[in-house]
């Protein structure tokens, strides 16, 4: 019983998601968030008080997705109304007008860089926009942005699905290095299938032949550095993997390599090498911003993450607020119950690097008074519906994992181990994808499912390090179908009540992702690892 009412919510979601006349994110996950806290009350008896705890820690969390959504939005909009998008539009149809490069260069190569530097969803909602202001249809870009953004997203972040994903588990350096190792190992054989999958949503399959030798061209100009540096580091794998794939693939498609000749149907105007730069200063700050605030070495990222408690107060019964140093507002102790919350307003990719550069670029574009009210007004009302998404989405998964190794989420990964025995290496990378559906990241699916994966490893006999790299895996190419991805990516493109259409697409290329995944860890890692 159990077990069937922990995986009830979650089928209930999907189908109110998915059927015919489905219902939209913002009533469906509300709902099913209800769901769950009825379900705790009448079956788990569990503590009302743990239960308002966890509600008041959602309404905290939540803050962290809806800024990022709001910055993007708000940088997005900028773009559009300075003329920065039409800019770049022109300058991309100019370097080829082909479909499949600008796809490639936009929704894979920069896409890729953009999550090896901050991952939180900010590739799909920097690159997409893009792509649709280029032409392409809005729904398809949001299945192919949502699907392109799994082969990074292991190392995303500077490596925090990695290393801070798998830190409870006290593992050691080397461990981790070969975890990491395994890791990019299978996203490398992914990749060769995986954009291929994504340029269908949006292109004929006759486009794809045609241009077969530059698609892998650039998946390789990625994925090769990408594996090599995942060999001998954690963290950097993604950034220089997409930066060096993005610089190649620009050049490629410059010269016409491997890419049939398209006429150009976009605009023939040709734009200066000034009006180029300045339409990518913008990015190019976000890009300055979001890298020099999350290399380690750099004093910058410790000084944002400063927990050093700098303001106190209590708040009741409710909890102790505190704000740190490093402007990170924490509530404590929430209603008694150990349990905290907190925002880190200068970490998180919402204030910087978003609205600064947006501050930053007003003037320099020169855009009025007007229409900069205008921009933040849009903005904020384009964040409505997801924000009650989101609280919906974060109140299931917070009760959901309510109750430690009786949690619902850990009884649902539990039976699954159990039923498969020595056969878990082929459904591992599915349980981190099940973590990524409800956690919307890689890092909180690798904190959630790692100690299950470990000890299922462990009482089988199988390799803890392969496992644990499946997990990582999962929870990567479980970013397809994550409500919080797919939300942010919606409410950035404005598409609305598409969630459930979405998820029927690209559930399809995840479960393929999880068989190549299978596939590799059975047959290729015994090659040239000690599993």
Known sequence: M??????????????????????????????????????????????????????????????????????AILFNRFSETSGV???????????????????????????????????????????????????FNPIKVAV????????????????????????????????????????ATIHSFAALVI????????????EIRQNIIFIYLSVFACVVPYFLLAQV?????????????????????????????????????????????????????????????????????????NATTWVSTQLGSLGQFEISEGLIFSLKNIFGTGMNAGYKLLYVPALIPFVVTVLIAIPLFSVSASNVKDIFATSLKQVRNPFIALIGALIMVNLMLVG???????????????????????????????GAFFSGSNTVSNLTFGSVQLSTAEITGLSTSLILALQSVGGAMGNMVCIN????????????????????KT??????YGIIAAIVALTIIPMFFNV
């Open 485 to 504: 991805n797919i939300v942010a990516v919606n409410s950035v493109l404005n598409i609305q009540n598409q969630e459930g259409a979405i998820i029927k």
């Open 507 to 512: 559930v399809v290329p995840m479960m393929i």
């Open 85 to 135: 998008t039409n800019t770049l539009r022109k300058w991309l149809g100019n370097i080829n007008p082909n479909p499949v490069a600008q796809l490639m260069i936009i929704g894979w190569a920069f896409a890729f860089m953009i999550e090896g530097a901050s991952g939180f969803g900010t590739p799909a909602a920097i690159a997409a926009p893009i792509l649709v202001g280029l032409g």
């Open 144 to 183: 192919l942005a949502l699907i392109m953004n799994s082969v990074p997203v292991s190392f995303g972040a500077v490596g925090t699905p990695t290393w801070f994903g798998f830190g409870p588990l006290n593992l050691g350096e080397e461990k981790i290095l070969e975890i990491g190792s395994m890791t």
């Open 404 to 434: 430690g190794d009786g949690s619902m989420v850990k009884i649902i990964g539990k039976s699954f181990a159990e039923a498969t025995g020595e056969y878990w290496t082929i459904f591992a990378s599915y349980l981190g994808a099940v």
């Open 195 to 206: 954009p291929v999958i994504a340029l269908s949503f949006v292109v004929t399959w006759k």
């Open 2 to 71: 159990a077990l069937f009412l922990s995986i009830f919510p979650i089928v209930l979601l999907i189908y109110l998601m998915v059927k015919r006349n489905a219902l939209p994110s913002y009533v469906a996950l509300p709902w099913i968030a209800a769901v769950v806290l009825i379900i705790h009350l009448l079956f788990f008896a569990t503590d009302i008080t743990v239960i308002s705890a966890k509600i008041a820690s959602a309404v905290v969390d939540v803050l962290t997705p809806i800024t990022v959504i709001f910055g």
């Open 233 to 305: 580091n954690y963290e950097f794998p993604s950034l220089v993997g997409g930066a060096i794939g993005m610089f190649v693939s620009i050049f490629l498609a410059n010269k016409g390599v491997g890419l049939a000749k398209v006429e150009n149907t976009l605009d023939n105007t040709t734009v200066s090498s000034k009006e180029v730069a300045k339409a990518l200063l913008p990015t190019g700050l976000l890009i300055a911003f979001l890298i020099v605030t999350r290399v380690q070495q750099l004093p910058f990222k410790a000084m944002m993450n």
